[in-house]
């Protein structure tokens, strides 16, 4: 009777351990659950290449990531830093019915499929870092490097996501004339954009990088998704604008601009912008007025009290916003680039403002449709290095595991893996 009673002991337990055995891997995305952010995403991205079911759950504890219980995702988590949680099948049910109860502003979003990234950037080197090449990379997320060749002839269609960071498509080589018209970089860089341009049967290279502004335009129509940074944002707008307008001046591209070429301006081609001026002078490190950064240099801010505040939205009616400002945090540290922020009174009114300075109501972080696709415009060069300048040594990522900032780029990176749903802001 006693060993009948042990068997039947041993059968209980072991029934009770089935029951309970874990069925699902949790990453935990609020502020203190997580010791490396950065690298869940690419945990995230990771799984989903794999072909794991992978769902984001919004604003359930700073934006957490489910996936299912597999001896490779633990393992994969332990070498790479990221903190996870083993649940069982009763407890992950539980978490997804609070999540789907009207009365809380969550909701789950299923992740399909691991987007082909693709980067923008020249073949040579750069004397400054890009923040999301650097970010991807810390990640460990996969991604292809594309420049002026693979854009002209029709490549981008091999990519779902498609960055841009700090570039000039307007021809101006940056507006660096000023500061950096006699250094060697600067001259070797208008030499190498001269010989693509001409090499490819342009006469100019503000013609040849408006041909390729106008094939990122139709990426994004025909279904794309485009992220960009610094002033690729502001100067892509720019050159959709001034199509069949000369805004460069002779030490640009050889001969005078249009006099006239202010009213010219077709606002109507823009992604975001529209009735902005444009800087004439070409010592002037500026393209427009769309950015506010002369206004960080008059001293209207200070490294310590520059931050912005991510827009909270209902995740159950927009969830593609609430996605792109996932984070632990609502308020952001700012940062400065060429283009650190925008003028609000610039920004179309079908564009999302979603990250906004309060002490003058620029914005940081906006986001559109357009045609099928969409875009997100992200101001500043580096998230941790709050005054960036050329020739400075790349920000090290490991000590910037939890950064807000850098968070929002790789929300961006993830959000085209959705299921689609309709945006209803």
Known sequence: MKFKGLNLFIV?????SFSSRASFVLLPMEAEGQQNHLKAYGITYWALDKSYKVSWLLNYRGGS????????IRKECQIRGVTFEVL??????????????PSQNMETVVL?????????TPKGKQPWDDAVTMVL????????EIYDEEVLSDQLLLYDWLHLHHEDFTGQYGKFFGNYRNTPWYIQQKADAEALAKKLGYNKVSEEKLAVAKKIRDFVIGGGFMFAMCSATDSFDIALSAEGVDICEPMFDGDDSEANYQSRIDYTSTFAFKDYTLVRNPMVYEFSDIDTTEEHGKGAFSMDKDYFTLMEYSAKWDPIPTMLC?????????FMGQTTAFDAEKIKSNVLVMGECKINGEARYIHGT??????????????????????????????HPNSPGYRLILNNVLFPAARKKKLKT
């Open 137 to 144: 990379t810390y990640a460990e997320i996969p991604y292809t």
């Open 12 to 16: 209980f337990f072991f029934l009770c």
């Open 112 to 120: 399909e499929k691991a987007p082909k990234i693709a980067v923008y």
């Open 370 to 399: 357009k045609g099928k696709g969409m875009f997100t415009f992200y101001g500043g060069h580096d998230p941790e290095d709050y005054q960036h300048r050329v020739g400075d040594a790349p920000t090290v990522l490991d000590l």
């Open 65 to 72: 990531f489910l996936l299912p219980d597999a001896p490779e």
């Open 326 to 334: 996932q984070n632990h945090t609502q308020l952001v540290k700012g």
């Open 88 to 101: 069982s099948d009763a407890a992950t049910n539980s978490i997804l019915e609070d999540i789907s109860s």
